[in-house]
Nanobody, 118 residues
Framework: QVQLVESGGGLVQPGGSLRLSCAFS????????MGWYRQAPGNQRELAAS???????NYADSVKGRFTISRDNAKNTVSLQMNNLKPEDTAVYYC????????????WGPGTQVTVSS
């Protein structure tokens, strides 16, 4: 029932910025912790940024200080602001919604490609 749709990916040069957005529908937004995974070819899936326990934020060491996750509870969206991008940030970025009240579920968006290259 939950549907997630990412947008904002694309090609950017090293040092540039992108802002990803994820639109949530089909559930009660406040029941879900939201976050962003990423996966590059040949690499393990990595949790880049996430919310937990409502407003707490968590970041992978590789992105800390460069990425910022935010959520807009009025619009049921989650965003990922990515600054000072590096080639190693190249990956498919997936938005997820993890239900933390009642029955535990997790849902995923289809992903959006981010390519950092000169």
């Amino acid at each position: 029932q939950v549907q997630l749709v990412e947008s904002g990916g694309g090609l950017v040069q090293p040092g540039g910025s992108l802002r990803l957005s994820c639109a949530f529908s089909g559930g009660t937004f406040r029941f879900y912790d939201m976050g962003w995974y990423r996966q590059a070819p040949g690499n393990q899936r990595e949790l880049a940024a996430s919310f937990s326990r409502g407003a707490d934020t968590n970041y992978a060491d590789s992105v800390k200080g460069r990425f910022t996750i935010s959520r807009d509870n009025a619009k049921n969206t989650v965003s990922l602001q990515m600054n000072n991008l590096k080639p190693e940030d190249t990956a498919v970025y997936y938005c997820y919604a993890r239900r933390v009240i009642g029955f535990r579920t997790i849902d995923w968006g289809p992903g959006t490609q981010v390519t950092v290259s000169s």
